[in-house]
């Protein structure tokens, strides 16, 4: 059973654009839910986390937005660049001691 | 500082031979973690150690895989016997503590065939 489903798998935007990803998960217990960038070859590397209690949090150009009572969240890049071009997972967990659970990835290219 | 360091970085092997990976995590990390990422897929946990001790290793497949971080610091993943479908990126991850965040080191990617 997956945990934490994301969509779309693969996203094409252009320079300037708006990517948004989508996240949904199922286990209500879940309170944590960061997002991973991650470019080939390389490891996954926070970009950026919230928690329930709040529907919005903005760091630059990220946007993460939460939606408690629909049980989704997603994330929002604003005026996109081509060096945003990576894969990008969604993730949840009980608490931030708890194991992370991630969605399987969204390969993000940004079109010059 | 140094990131988290991992070797090999690729390794071929036939199903039923062994292998073993390597983690160096980032100075002073208490905590380290060792996730399977199938191609395609989101990692997945496979154990968490705190200091040598063992966190969480439900996802193990125990009958083929074992971890030791013994002095607390480097850890090895090992793999015997391997099968088709253990091939996958082996991502080593590193905390300050439990809860803080994780720290990716590049992968070594295993291909048995």
């Known amino acids: 059973q997956q945990q934490v489903k994301q969509s779309p798998q693969s996203l094409i935007v252009q320079k300037g654009g708006i990517s948004i990803i989508n996240c949904a998960y199922e286990?209500?217990?879940?309170?944590?839910f960061p997002w991973y960038q991650q470019f080939p070859g390389k490891g996954p590397a926070l970009l950026i986390a919230i928690r329930p209690d709040v529907s919005e949090k903005k760091e630059g150009r990220f946007t993460i937005s939460f939606n408690k009572s629909a049980k989704q969240f997603s994330l929002h890049i604003m005026d996109s660049q081509p060096g945003d071009s990576a894969t990008y997972f969604c993730a949840a967990s009980r608490n931030r001691d708890d194991k992370i659970i991630f969605g399987k990835g969204t390969r993000l290219h940004i079109l010059p | 500082e140094a990131g988290v360091a991992q070797s090999p970085r690729y390794k071929i092997i036939e199903k039923r031979q062994s292998v073993a990976f390597w983690c160096n995590p980032i100075?002073?990390?208490?905590?380290l973690y060792w996730y399977q990422q199938i191609l395609g897929q989101g990692p997945k946990l496979l154990i968490q150690?705190?200091?040598?001790?063992?966190?969480?290793d439900s996802q193990l497949p125990k009958d083929r895989f074992s971890a030791e971080r013994l002095k607390g610091v480097d850890s090895t993943l090992k793999i015997q016997p391997a099968k088709l479908e253990d091939s996958a990126v082996y991502l080593c991850?590193?905390?300050?503590?439990?809860?803080?965040?994780?720290?990716f080191g590049p992968g070594t990617r295993l291909l048995v065939l």
């Open positions: 150690f705190q200091n040598n001790g063992v966190v969480d």
């Open positions: 100075s002073g990390h208490a905590t």
């Open positions: 991850a590193s905390s300050f503590a439990l809860g803080e965040t994780q720290y």
């Open positions: 286990n209500t217990a879940f309170d944590y």
